[in-house]
């Protein structure tokens, strides 16, 4: 069961501070009993999860459209981004974000506000960790059909949750990554990250590790032929993924 607490990465921010401290934390990691009393007060668990769609509508007098997802990753703490969209320039390789509002009524995409950034920070490009939340960089290259394809890209600075209800929109130039919202242009689509009627429940995972280590609490000891067994539900951990952080 020991295999399953995977906190190297907030070992690694909290470890920052001094080697000791560093050295400190990754001892306490390789004891399960320790690793989930050091788990516990860390910002790790990340509520109302949920995955998003997100059907673009052409703005701006453009024929661009085409579909975004948005599904939770890492206990909810990150986002895994897919998108299909159409009608772009061959080879057109265009910026987008996810805008602060989900007005989509101005045909000009400009209801959605500016890029979402609760954490008001400068404008940049993935995988800059300092960025806007809504900052997803810039779409793959559109095929000669005018297609772009994204499949799967995690983003860890922004949350389904965050995002539900915003806005997105497909620019009509690329994301140089200047200031204020890298020059992306006009807005040629937008469309409302609304939840998806794929599934409800992502349960805010992370939480788990430290709630599974204490389930002996369990009644029907004598009675259940491996009570001891069945205590290792931690291996439904969540898995993070997180790293690849793309955009
Ligand atoms: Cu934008």
Same mark, same amino acid.
């Given at each position: 069961?020991?295999?399953?607490?995977?906190?190297? @990465? @907030?070992?690694?921010?909290? !470890?920052?501070? %001094?080697?000791?401290?560093?050295?400190?934390?990754?001892?306490?990691?390789?004891?399960?009993?320790?690793?989930?009393?050091?788990?516990?007060?860390?910002?790790?668990s990340c509520p109302g999860a949920v995955p998003l *769609?997100?059907?673009?509508? +052409?703005? +701006?007098?453009?024929?661009?459209? =085409? /579909?975004? %997802?948005?599904?939770p990753?890492?206990g909810g703490c990150?986002t +895994?981004?897919?998108?299909?969209?159409?009608?772009?320039?061959?080879?057109?390789?265009?910026?987008?974000?996810?805008?602060?509002?989900?007005?989509?009524? &101005?045909?000009?995409? $400009?209801? /959605?506000?500016?890029?979402?950034?609760?954490?008001?920070? #400068?404008?940049?490009?993935?995988?800059? !960790?300092?960025?806007?939340? =809504?900052?997803?960089?810039?779409? #793959?290259?559109?095929?000669?059909?005018?297609?772009? %394809?994204?499949?799967?890209?995690?983003? +860890?600075?922004l949350t389904t949750a965050a995002a539900r209800g915003? =806005?997105?929109?497909?620019?009509?130039? *690329?994301?140089?990554?200047?200031?204020? /919202?890298?020059?992306?242009? &006009?807005?040629?689509?937008?469309?409302?990250?609304?939840v998806?009627?794929?599934?409800e429940e992502v349960p805010a995972a992370t939480?788990?590790?430290?709630? $599974? &280590? $204490?389930?002996?609490?369990?009644? @029907?000891?004598?009675?259940?032929? @491996?009570?001891?067994?069945?205590?290792?539900?931690? &291996?439904?951990?969540?898995?993070?993924? %997180?790293?690849?952080?793309?955009?």
């Amino acid at each position: 069961m020991a295999p399953q607490f995977r906190p190297m @990465k @907030k070992t690694v921010s909290v !470890g920052v501070a %001094t080697a000791a401290a560093a050295a400190a934390v990754a001892v306490a990691v390789t004891s399960p009993a320790a690793a989930a009393s050091y788990r516990a007060p860390v910002k790790d668990s990340c509520p109302g999860a949920v995955p998003l *769609t997100c059907t673009l509508s +052409s703005s +701006s007098g453009s024929s661009v459209g =085409g /579909t975004v %997802t948005l599904t939770p990753t890492a206990g909810g703490c990150a986002t +895994s981004v897919s998108a299909v969209v159409t009608g772009l320039p061959a080879e057109a390789v265009v910026g987008w974000h996810v805008h602060e509002f989900g007005d989509v009524s &101005a045909a000009d995409g $400009t209801a /959605t506000g500016g890029h979402f950034n609760p954490a008001g920070v #400068p404008h940049a490009l993935p995988p800059a !960790g300092e960025r806007h939340a =809504g900052d997803l960089g810039n779409l #793959p290259a559109a095929n000669h059909g005018g297609v772009s %394809t994204l499949r799967g890209q995690v983003t +860890s600075v922004l949350t389904t949750a965050a995002a539900r209800g915003r =806005g997105l929109i497909i620019h009509a130039a *690329t994301d140089d990554g200047g200031q204020p /919202t890298g020059n992306a242009g &006009a807005r040629l689509a937008q469309c409302v990250l609304g939840v998806a009627a794929a599934g409800e429940e992502v349960p805010a995972a992370t939480a788990a590790p430290v709630m $599974t &280590a $204490t389930p002996k609490a369990t009644a @029907k000891p004598a009675a259940t032929a @491996k009570p001891a067994a069945t205590a290792t539900p931690v &291996a439904t951990a969540t898995p993070r993924p %997180t790293r690849a952080d793309y955009y």
